[in-house]
């Protein structure tokens, strides 16, 4: 508890040194400039912004100096701020004591930090990970220039509990917070880097590249996770308790993941599937887009995207329509009347499909005579396409559409069913009883 009571006495005088500026006339005085300085960056900032364009000033320039160009915008007025707080603070020194002038050189100097870190951390896309780097380094920044770092430090490591004979304090947790967002981010951002050059290279297959890719995001994480923990002094020794309680976690509760994983990696090692297949898995078929690792993804290309874990491609039997080659045979199916010559009908369909763009010559487009139907002779037309991935539903309906075409030129009917009703009755119907007239009362004889 030494740590916190040394931080406690700091902060009191702290407070005692705030009072005693509070009652002081220099403080009402310095708050005023402050306020004077942030009035007047904020209008030549927005002057700025309206008479500069960042975009027509950049142009042709390489793509670190642009971004240097927009953080250096972005935060102009904090920039014109400082520069004005550095003046006035500067001014006020040659006129009056230091002492007089102290709330001034800290605002400066807290200014000038968030510049610097606001600038260094612009590289950063992404925003959370941005304003969590931002925050903490201006907040280590801030304590420092007050002279609260060290006290700081020595009141949150002062608080400690022990588990498993790893001693776990705020200052630690804050540290290993830190560097863990500051490295995973940093490893990620590089696994990025390397999977893109590994895509771009020719000579090697999409399913080893997607593998490849994987092992050194894999690779890297575990890296900046071992640096982290190496750099915060905890001892991977006393980390056995968690790591038991990690293994029974995988063994009961974590089964299908661990079994989505290996079975993805099986997948891009043995090249059973890639992205760019096309595929059937039970009733889902579509076009691997991207394989991950715990599923695939599948575009059905009518809007929707199908996850499907990766452990049912090991499991279950899968139709891989593009395993040796790309080539892919369509079929389409019609009727014509029996006026028809057949071997006519087969040339003139064959030359049909053969018209499409996407139908490949070679193999050529074969039209087979199958059956005599109740009303038509029923033709089956076979062709191959070489581009599956860019979609079948496109390439049926212009055949079928070629088809129409030619069949109208060739003057070849297309029938449709005509159906003979006939009506009959099992026997004649009884005839109906005609209704007796009633009898005329007779006339007596007078």
């Known amino acids: 508890m030494d740590g916190m009571q040394q931080f406690s006495e700091i902060f ?64 102009i007025g904090i920039i014109i701020f400082v520069l004005l707080l550095v003046i006035l603070h500067r001014a006020m020194l040659e006129m009056t004591w230091p002492s007089r002038s102290y709330l001034l050189g800290v605002a400066a100097s807290l200014a000038t930090a968030w510049v ?23 907040t280590l920044a801030a304590l420092s220039i007050l002279g609260l770092l060290q006290p700081t430090a020595e009141a949150l490591d002062s608080v400690a509990i022990v588990v498993g004979g790893l001693r776990i304090t705020p200052l630690l947790a804050i540290k290993t917070t830190v560097l863990l967002m500051l490295t995973l981010w940093a490893a ?73 994983l290996v079975s993805g990696i099986i997948l891009l090692a043995d090249k059973s599937i890639k992205p760019g297949d096309v595929i059937s898995v039970g009733d889902q078929f579509g076009w691997v887009t991207n394989m991950g690792a715990r599923y695939t993804s599948i575009d059905t290309r009518d809007g929707r ?6 452990e049912d491609f090991v499991t279950q039997n899968v139709i891989n329509w593009s395993y040796s080659n790309y080539n892919m045979m369509l079929k389409s199916t019609f009727g014509v009347s029996y006026d028809s010559n057949p071997h006519h009908v087969c040339e003139v369909a064959a030359a049909a499909a053969q018209s499409v763009p996407r139908v490949i010559a070679d193999p050529a487009p074969v039209c087979y005579f199958e059956e ?75």
């Open 188 to 260: 990620n951002a590089a696994g990025d880097f390397l999977d893109k050059r590994v895509q771009a290279s020719a000579d090697l297959t999409p399913s080893i590249q997607v593998l490849i890719g994987k092992l050194i995001r894999l690779l890297l994480i575990t890296f900046a996770i071992l640096i982290v923990l190496s750099t915060v002094g905890i001892d991977l020794s006393a980390l056995a308790f968690f790591s038991g309680a990690v293994g029974v976690g995988l063994g009961f509760g974590l089964q299908k993941i661990v079994s989505n």
């Open 116 to 138: 610097v870190i606001a600038l260094l951390a612009g590289i950063i896309r992404n925003q959370f990970v941005y304003r969590m780097v931002a925050v903490s380094a201006w």
């Open 305 to 310: 995207e199908i996850l499907v874990p990766n």
């Open 372 to 446: 005599f139907g109740d009303s038509s002779l029923n033709f089956s037309l076979r062709y191959w396409i070489a581009d599956p991935n860019n979609g079948i539903i496109n390439v049926r309906a212009p055949v079928m559409m070629a088809l129409w075409d030619a069949f109208k030129r060739e003057g070849i009917d297309i029938p449709f069913p005509v159906r003979d009703v006939r009506i009959t009755q099992s026997g004649a119907p009884e005839p109906t009883p005609k209704p007796k007239k009633p009898k005329e009362p007779k006339t007596p004889d007078v």
């Open 12 to 75: 009191a005088t702290f407070l005692v040194n705030l009072q005693q500026e509070l009652v002081s006339p220099w403080l009402a005085i310095q708050l005023v400039v402050i306020l004077f300085a942030a009035g007047l960056a904020k209008l030549v900032a927005t002057w700025i912004r309206r008479h500069v364009d960042t975009l027509e000033l950049g142009m042709g320039w390489p793509p670190m100096l642009r971004l240097a160009l927009r953080l250096l915008f972005a935060n």
